[in-house]
């Protein structure tokens, strides 16, 4: 066994969506939920993974025990009302389960791993009701403090026990420090989540993708304000006229400004034919595009984390991003990728251009990844951290 102590650790899923299926088909979405328990259950330590789902089940999978239970019928209708009442993420957040509460006092684990930092309800259900002994830790997914004083002070009751926040960036807990939630002490950097794709050979990948340029560049994030792909495409328009060659793919799960990029694609001449629009993609599919690409680019205003530079990574692909702090922490500098400021399309242009040894620096993405962002690495990262949690205990 790697590590010095064997921890019983349960991770804590406090939010469904009713529209992902069964609690089955919802892991195959969050490999979150399968390929980091596994991990840390490979440094020989036990982990369950506890959450609140449409129906209740039970199931094991690669030694990891499984169990979803739904909210009861009159929560649950409560929570829908509040939602169309007040909308805040989903029905899911007014649906906080005691029997979800009561099940992570009863496992007693050495630590209580909880996937978000704003789920308000359900986290001061675990917060009041956990055995004395374990140490919980939440784990930021977005969000910020409340501003109203009843979600204040249902905030401040659920973080009032929690014994770590873990953010992707340390930029991102000071909001939190600020508004007196959390510790200055408590909070630590790391990442949430990883890919774990380990990529393919170029050319094999290009064969099924279709996709052909030189350099081959990529955008998979939503056609979403937040993501800027307007300033994107005009950053493009600034590289296609120095690389002849360069081809851009746009994959996409929502396509609010699909509209907007079209337009702004059509009114380049020169982008007409080198822009291609493909929607949505198949998860299977994925790790074959990004093996396909030799530039990711993403121009998000802000991020909480960074799954798609994440997967890009893990495939070799080289991330040109805005420089906001998210992405600033999975990069770490710019021998693994390259930087612009948020909104502006010519440092965008020019941060693409300045990338001369394309396989060199691929190489060294990829390196990185293994390193310091795969679920490996997480798991290391968070088995130290329980280490010293358990050790206060």
């Known amino acids: 066994m790697e590590d010095e102590r064997r921890l019983r650790i349960l991770f804590v899923s406090p939010y469904f969506d009713e529209r992902a299926g069964t609690p089955a088909d ?3 979405r969050f490999p979150i939920l399968t390929e980091l328990p ?3 259950h490979e440094r020989g330590h036990q982990v369950r993974v506890l959450g609140l789902g449409a129906q209740n089940a039970r199931f094991e999978r690669d030694g990891i025990h499984y169990r979803w239970i ?6 649950r209708l409560a929570g829908r009302i509040l939602h169309r009442w007040k909308p805040h993420y989903g029905p899911a957040y007014y649906q906080p389960s005691l029997a979800l509460a009561r099940a992570v006092r009863a496992l007693r684990p050495d630590i209580v791993h909880v996937f978000g930092l704003t789920l308000d309800p359900q986290l001061a259900l675990i917060r009041l009701l956990a055995y004395r002994r374990s140490r919980i830790v939440a784990h930021y997914h977005g969000g910020a403090p409340a501003q109203g004083p009843l979600r204040r002070r249902l905030q401040a009751l659920a973080l009032g026990r929690v014994d770590a926040a873990y953010f992707t960036s340390r930029v991102q807990a000071q909001p939190w420090i600020d508004a007196g939630l959390l510790n200055e002490d408590g909070d630590h950097q790391v990442l949430e989540t990883s890919s774990p794709f380990t990529g393919m050979d170029r050319d094999a990948a290009r064969e099924l993708t279709g996709m052909r340029g030189d350099p081959v560049y990529l955008s998979a994030g939503r056609l979403h304000p937040i993501k800027d792909p307007l300033a994107m495409l005009r950053g493009f328009a600034h590289i296609a006229r120095a690389q002849p060659e360069a081809r851009l ?5 929502t396509d609010e400004l699909l509209h907007d ?8 001449p020169h982008l ?4 291609e629009f493909r929607g949505r993609a198949r998860p299977d599919e994925m790790q074959a595009i990004y093996s396909s690409a030799d530039i990711l680019l993403q121009a998000s205003l802000r991020e909480w984390s960074g799954l798609a530079i994440l997967e890009a990574m893990s495939c070799g692909c080289i991330p040109v991003v805005s420089d906001i702090p998210a992405f600033r922490a999975i990069l770490g500098d710019e021998r693994h990728g390259r930087f612009f400021e948020p909104g502006d399309a010519a440092g965008l242009a020019a941060a693409a251009l300045s990338i001369e040894e394309r396989e060199a620096l691929s190489t060294a993405v ?9 679920f490996a690495a997480i798991a290391r990262d968070l088995a130290r951290n329980y280490r010293s949690l358990v050790a206060l205990a």
Do not use: M
């Open 38 to 40: 596994r991990q840390l």
């Open 366 to 374: 990829k390196r990185h990844f293994e390193d310091q962002l795969s």
């Open 272 to 275: 007409r034919e080198r822009v």
């Open 26 to 28: 919802a892991l195959d």
């Open 249 to 253: 793919y746009l994959y996409y799960l």
């Open 70 to 75: 739904a909210a009861a019928p009159p929560i």
């Open 261 to 268: 990029s079209r337009a702004l694609v059509h009114s380049f």
